[in-house]
T-cell receptor, first 116, second 113 residues
Framework: EAGVAQSPRYKIIEKRQSVAFWCNPISGHATLYWYQQILGQGPKLLIQFQNNGVVDDSQLPKDRFSAERLKGVDSTLKIQPAKLEDSAVYLCASSSMPGQGAYEQYFGPGTRLTVT | SQKIEQNSEALNIQEGKTATLTCNYTNYSPAYLQWYRQDPGRGPVFLLL?????KEKRKERLKVTFDTTLKQSLFHITASQPADSATYLC????????????FGQGTTLQVKP
């Protein structure tokens, strides 16, 4: 079974530029998550999708971050414009539909973003 | 506010010993608690899940306890090996069924041969 795919793996941009990350979840997983992980901290949820719909985006800085999940499969996360404090690893994860007894999340390798 | 605390200092142990990692939480009533392993440059990998009505869960050399009175989970690795060296994250899951996890900051374990 293929895991969660993310690209790019690394990205370096200057502040005020824009950047986009892509995620392809495990086939059949209805729920998709984007996390931000700052060095030395645990992952922090930015946004959670269930199929096409947003379940939770309470910690997404909506003035600069946006995310979409078209057709309930792939997802993109965009930052525009980037700030220095956005330097972090952006992790995508997926899981089966909650309520079906499978609450573990499967993570991709992440995209390491450096904003200079 | 909700808070999850794991030992921020790295845990260094000798190969063959039992490693014990702690996860404490406040202002939260989780329905589930999960433990993940994270290696440098990789995403977290799920290890174990324990429910609020379970006291203990085992999987091979791993054991997790969950004390909802103390608001604490302990994660044990018996007969530790250098390959167990990694950062271990605990994550709490609320009583709603949205699947939202809140992670601790992780504890780095170093097992020396």
């Amino acid at each position: 079974e293929a895991g969660v795919a993310q690209s790019p793996r690394y990205k370096i941009i200057e502040k005020r530029q824009s950047v986009a990350f892509w995620c392809n979840p495990i086939s059949g997983h209805a729920t998709l998550y984007w996390y931000q992980q700052i060095l030395g901290q645990g992952p922090k949820l930015l946004i959670q999708f269930q199929n096409n719909g947003v379940v939770d985006d309470s910690q997404l800085p909506k003035d600069r971050f946006s995310a979409e999940r078209l057709k309930g499969v792939d997802s993109t996360l965009k930052i525009q414009p980037a700030k220095l404090e956005d330097s972090a690893v952006y992790l995508c994860a997926s899981s089966s539909m909650p309520g079906q007894g499978a609450y573990e999340q499967y993570f991709g390798p992440g995209t390491r973003l450096t904003v200079t | 506010s909700q808070k999850i605390e794991q030992n921020s200092e790295a845990l260094n142990i000798q190969e063959g010993k039992t490693a014990t990692l702690t996860c404490n939480y406040t202002n939260y009533s989780p329905a589930y608690l999960q433990w993940y392993r994270q290696d440098p440059g990789r995403g977290p990998v799920f290890l174990l899940l324990i429910r609020e009505n379970e006291k203990e869960k085992r999987k091979e050399r791993l054991k997790v306890t969950f004390d909802t009175t103390l608001k604490q989970s302990l994660f044990h690795i018996t007969a530790s090996q250098p390959a167990d060296s990694a950062t271990y994250l605990c994550a709490l899951y609320g009583s709603s069924n949205t699947g939202k996890l809140i992670f601790g900051q992780g504890t780095t374990l170093q097992v020396k041969p």
